[in-house]
């Protein structure tokens, strides 16, 4: 009696076992859920909890292990862009640290949450159920001191809005470059699995060690390269030197013509004496024609008064 008893827990424990892990599942991105989010939105810490909400939004927005959560029309939906496609996520299978954020950071409460503490979280157990309050025994429970560290936020995905919002394939493509956080959840975990987003964020070993490869040949390129330059650089540097040198002896000969310079100038106070010369020359002339001019006078003409003297006798 007592080993069948024991064998009939088991198999319910195996069977819930069984529907939880089933209800680890985010349904694949559908179009809209009715959100529209045009910008990438406000994201600020819930005190206490390693979960973001977005207190500018007329919407129950969270952000938790590099994923978007969003409660609406009492569902919840995943996404791991701010304006998604969503998928749908079943009860079963919402993070814990979601589930356990207080009802005052609920943007837009539905109305059953009306009477229920705003410092604790929603009675998700009176909600869904005895079932699903027994496959989640204890989630409410938990050590706050020692909640996951806080995911970062994806704020590269600020410059993305409007008709910049990329469609799903390159939405991957963006967060596997500029995203390189590893969910701890294994509810995310699972999620990036099921899309293919873990094995862009999660390179293999030989993977790893390819890269490292080409980073250390690229290295070894780089070094080449500046020595190289270097080395053009040195012998760049010795034509001037030699320049110089063949500069200041050009210097030295330019002194002769310096010197000829000062010799044509003295050429050319010399050269001023010929027109003394001329001068003289013409002078002389001039003296030259008056003595000839007395040679060819007559000679009675000589002198006036001795002609007179004789006519006077």
Excluded at 47 to 66: E, I, K, T, W
Aim: charged share 15%; proline share 8%; with cysteine.
């Amino acid at each position: 009696m007592r080993y069948r008893a024991l064998v009939s827990a088991m198999l319910f424990c195996s069977v819930a076992s069984a529907t939880a892990q089933a209800g680890i599942y985010i349904g694949q991105p559908s179009v809209s859920i009715g959100i529209n989010l045009p910008v990438y939105p406000e994201l600020v810490r819930v005190p206490g909890y390693p979960v973001y909400y977005a207190p500018r939004l007329n919407s129950n927005v969270f952000f938790y292990d590099g994923m978007y959560w969003v409660y609406e029309q009492d569902r919840w939906y995943a996404s791991t862009w701010y304006n998604g496609p969503w998928g749908m996520v079943d009860p079963e299978g919402v993070p814990l640290y979601v589930l356990r954020v207080p009802v005052r950071y609920y943007r837009q409460p539905p109305v059953y949450f009306s009477g229920w503490a705003v410092d604790a979280p929603p009675r998700w157990g009176d909600h869904w159920g005895t079932a699903w309050q027994q496959q989640r025994t204890g989630w409410d429970s938990w050590n706050r001191n020692s909640s996951p560290a806080l995911a970062p936020l994806p704020v590269y995905q600020r410059q993305y809005s409007g008709d910049r919002y990329p469609q799903p394939a390159q939405q991957q493509v963006l967060q596997s470059q500029q995203y390189r956080y590893q969910p701890r959840d294994t509810v995310v975990r699972q999620y990036y699995q099921q899309h293919g987003v873990q094995a862009s964020l999660a390179p293999t070993a030989q993977q790893r060690q390819a890269t490292q490869s080409s980073k250390a040949l690229a290295a070894s390129q780089s070094r080449n390269q500046q020595a190289a330059v270097q080395s053009t650089q040195s012998a760049q540097e010795l034509a001037p030197g030699q320049v110089k040198k063949q500069q200041g002896a050009q210097s030295a000969k330019e002194f002769a013509p310096g010197q000829v310079k000062k010799q044509q100038g003295a050429q050319s106070a010399k050269e001023f004496a010929p027109g003394q010369a001329g001068k003289q020359q013409t002078g002389q002339s001039a003296q030259a024609h008056h003595k000839g001019n007395a040679e060819d006078e007559p000679e009675g003409n000589h002198s006036g008064n001795g002609k007179g003297k004789g006519h006077g006798n």
